[in-house]
C-alpha cells in the first residue's frame, strides 16, 4: 500500500470530474511558489534601492525563504501523510498568502525579511502536497498525463516569472513599485483556498511517519550558525564571534547525526535516515545535489545585480536577457529524460556539467571583454549554453541518485533530496559575500560602481565554474546507468515520484 491509498478516503476514480478541478487548483498553488522564486529574483535591485536595504539584507530575502523551505519540507510532508493533505495543503495556502500580504506591506527590509522566512515555511506546508494530492486523486494510468501538465506549468514559470516580475516592478502599479510582485498571490491564494476546500479530496498515510521537530531544529540551528556570519561578516569586518560561530556549527551538524541515529533505533521515524548512506549511488547524489544547490545560488543572485546595478539596465531588460536560458534549460531536460539518458546514462549528466562550465567560462570572457558594453544578444550564446547544460543535469539527477535506493525507502530519499537542494540554495547565497561582495569596495563613487560589479560577477564566474568542474567528478560515483523511475512508498515524507517536484523548482530559481 502506498502513501496515496488509504482507508480513509476512497480510491481514485477515473470519471469524477472533480479531480481536474482539484488538479488545476494544486497546480495552481505550484506556479504560485514557482515563479514567487524568480519574480523575487528580478526585483531585488530594486527592493535594495527602494528601501536602502544592505547587502547582506538582500541575501537574506532569498536565502531566507530557502532557508525556512529546505528545514521544513520534509516536516511538512509528514504533517500532510499524518492530518489529511488536503487539510495541511490549505493551511499552507493560507499562510503563503498572508506572508505575501505581509511582504507587500513591509515597512522596512527586517519585516520582508521576516516575512520571506514566514513565506518559506508555509512554502514547505504547501508544496509538498501537491504531488501527494495528485497520486491519491488520479488513478495510476492517468497520471503521466498529470506529470506532463506538471512540466508544462514548470516551463510556463521558467519563462513567466522573470518577466512577470520585470513588468510588475516597471509598471509601478498604485505607486506600489516592486510590491505588486507580493501582493498579486492574495487573490490567487484566496480563489485556492476558497475551491480547494470544495473540490480536493482528502487523503492521508495509513502508516505515516512520526515529526522529528529537534531534528528540525538542530538543522536550522547549524545552517543559522554558518549563513548568518557569511552574510554579515564582511559588512562586520569579520569578527571573532563569526568564525566561532562556523566552527560551532559543525559540532551541531554532529549533533544532529547522532540524534538522528538514535531516534532511527528508537522509533525509526528519523527527519535523516542515515542508512542512506551507506548507498555510495545516494551519497554521492547528495553531494552533486548541494553543491549544484551552492553554484546556482550564487550565480542567479551575482547575476541580478550585475545586470541591474552593475550594468543599469532596466527589470524588463534583464528579464528578457534569461529567456534564452530558461528556454535551453526546458528544451534539453526533455531531450535529456527522453532520448539521451536512457541510451548514454552518467555520461549525460556529466557532459551536462561540463556544457555548463564551458558556458559560464564563455560568459566570463565576454564580460571581461565587453565590459560595460556588452549587450543582450552577446550574452544569449553563454545563456543558451549554460541552459543546455543545467537542462542535462536537473531533470536526470533524481532519477540517478534514487536508482540503487531501497525502494522502503524512496520517500525518505525523496524528501532528503529536495532538503538539501534548497539548503545548498540557501549556502550559495550566503557565500555571495565571500564570492562577490568580497572583492567589491564597499565605499564606491558612482563612477565606480559599474566596473566593480563587472569585475566582482567575473570573479563570481570563477567559482561557478570550478564548481561544476567538482560536480562533474563527484558524478563518477552515481550509477552509469541509473534506473528509470523509482517511486517512494510514501512512508512519511509526502514521497513524491523521482520527476521530483524541487528538482523542477531547481529549474526556475
Known sequence: MTSTETPHAPQPVAGDRRRWFALAIVMTAAFMDLVDVTIVNIAIPSIQRDEGATFSQIQWITAGYALAFAAGLVTGGRLGDIHGRKRVFLVGVGGFTLASALCGLAVNPEMLVASRILQGATAALMVPQVLSIVHATFPAHERGKVFGLFGAIVGLGAVSGPLLGALLTEWNLFGLGWRPIFLINLPVGVAALVLGGRFITESKAPRALKLDLVGVALVTLGLLMLLYPLTRGRELG??????????????????????????????????????????????????????????????????????????????????????????????????????????????????????????????????????????????????????????????????????????????????????????GNALGLGLVSVVFFGVIDERLAPAEVGPAFVDGFQHALGWVAAVMGLIFLLMFALPKRPAQHVEGDGTGDGAVPAVGQERERELVS
Open 238 to 423: 569579520w569578527p571573532l564571534w563569526g568564525y566561532v560561530s562556523m566552527a560551532g556549527a559543525l559540532v551541531v551538524f554532529a549533533a544532529l547525526v547522532a540524534y538522528e541515529r538514535a531516534k532511527g533505533a528508537r522509533d525509526g521515524s528519523p527527519l535523516i535516515e542515515l542508512s542512506l548512506f551507506r548507498v555510495k549511488s545516494f551519497a554521492a547524489g547528495i553531494a552533486v545535489q548541494t553543491v549544484f544547490g551552492i553554484g546556482l545560488g550564487i550565480f542567479f543572485l551575482v547575476w541580478t545585480l550585475y545586470l541591474q546595478i552593475g550594468l543599469g539596465w532596466s527589470e524588463l531588460r534583464a528579464g528578457l536577457t534569461g529567456v534564452p536560458f530558461s528556454v535551453a534549460v526546458s528544451a534539453a531536460a526533455g531531450v535529456s529524460v527522453q532520448t539521451l539518458v536512457p541510451r548514454y546514462g552518467r555520461k549525460v549528466l556529466q557532459a551536462g556539467a561540463l556544457v555548463m562550465a564551458a558556458g559560464v567560462l564563455l560568459y566570463l570572457w565576454e564580460a571581461e571583454r565587453y565590459g560595460l558594453s556588452v549587450t543582450s544578444w552577446q550574452m544569449a550564446l553563454p545563456l543558451v549554453v549554460m541552459g543546455v547544460g543545467m537542462g542535462l543535469i536537473v531533470a536526470p539527477l533524481t532519477d540517478a541518485v534514487l536508482s540503487e535506493v531501497p525502494r522502503e525507502h524512496a520517500g525518505s530519499a525523496s524528501g532528503l533530496i529536495n532538503t538539501v537542494q534548497q539548503m
